[in-house]
């Protein structure tokens, strides 16, 4: 006796019962790791009365939203069961692609920016093509493309970028409406858009069903091919991106820009309540990851910690955070709320 096929629509109903039935853990993930934002912006006080005022807010908010964009790349492409290696390079394409080839006072910038993530997106399709048709595991994959964007950037600038940050980029880091930061403006309309992309949308679903069983994903009639290389193409453009910000916070590029954003990037994700094997996790979780990991970078470069005592606790906090958030102990407070 034989089982047909799963239609698209019985897939699209299990697919929201299963939503249902996971939005408790994520929520109280994700409301987890914001309280302790909170606890330890207030918890900053006791250490300085600068720290935890709104300027501290501010800053936490304008340096998390190169993470939160980072992340949401990193997220969807982590939920498919994929891993990408070459965001720091990517970023580094993006922000030397940004000065070398549009740079300032350029009346088409805002043309040729667009062309920059284009050139991002095709690395990243060339990422997701290597991993699905050739069957190079993610990791493997995105790091021998890595080295390639790594190596192609230092022949572009001969070691040395060059030119200024576009005006545009400028202004979006830099300026402000009505005394509220553009980039924190931009950071509130990009959550919701990345919430909307992978919470309620078919590209969502779709990569929600191939995170959580490939094979079961093809017999239910998902396109799981453009499902696992669209993801890698997401990040790239949103590493490309990521790049163009730090361009404009900062006014030019280096060739190690990326560097320092791989292993948050991941962690983010993970402390936000993704699962490392794919088909879990929400990107409003994965944001507050991102901004719990910038909270407690600049709390420990306030106080002035050396850069090996900062990893050190940045380490401790982030496993700590991952223990509180195992699924034992949502399981223990399911009991709870049952008795």
């Known amino acids: ?160 970028p060059r030119g200024a940050a576009p005006e545009s980029l400028q202004a979006l880091m830099k300026g402000d409406l009505f005394g509220l930061k553009w980039s924190i403006i931009f950071l509130i309309g990009f959550v919701i858009f990345g919430w909307l992309v992978q919470s309620r949308t078919v590209l969502g679903r779709y990569m929600y069903a191939v995170g959580t069983n490939v094979e079961a994903a093809r017999i239910a009639g998902v396109p799981v091919n453009v499902a696992r290389i669209l993801p890698y193409v997401i990040s790239a453009i949103c590493s490309g991106f990521v790049g163009m910000m730090l361009v404009g916070y900062s006014n030019g590029a280096t060739l190690r820009m990326g560097d320092d954003y791989l292993l948050p990037s991941i962690a983010a994700v993970v402390i936000g309540g993704s699962s490392i094997l794919g088909g879990r996790g929400t990107f409003l979780g994965t944001v507050s990851g991102a901004i719990l990991l910038t909270t407690l970078g600049t709390i420990i470069s306030a106080i002035g910690l050396s850069f090996g005592l900062r990893s050190i606790i940045e380490g401790f906090i982030i496993l700590v955070a991952l223990l509180l958030l195992r699924d034992e102990i949502f399981e223990r407070l399911r009991a709870i709320r049952r008795t």
């Open 1 to 160: 006796m034989t089982t047909a096929p799963q239609s698209n629509a019985d897939f699209g109903s299990v697919a929201d019962k299963r939503a249902s039935s996971t939005v408790s853990r994520e929520t109280i993930s994700a409301v987890t790791v914001t309280v302790l934002c909170i606890l330890m912006l207030f918890g900053s006080r006791f250490i300085s009365p600068g720290l935890g005022s709104w300027a501290q807010v501010e800053t936490v908010l304008v340096l998390g939203s190169f993470l939160v964009v980072l992340c949401f790349g990193q997220g969807v492409v982590v939920l498919t069961g994929g891993l990408d290696l070459s965001l720091p390079s990517l970023i580094t394409l993006g922000g030397i692609l940004s000065t070398g080839l549009v740079g300032d006072h350029n009346p088409a910038q805002l043309l040729l920016l667009p062309v920059v993530l284009l050139a991002c997106g095709a690395v990243g399709l060339m990422t997701g093509l290597g991993v699905v048709f050739l069957r190079v595991p993610p990791f493997i994959m995105s790091m021998a493309v890595a080295i390639i964007v790594a190596s192609a950037a230092l022949g572009f600038t001969e070691g040395t």
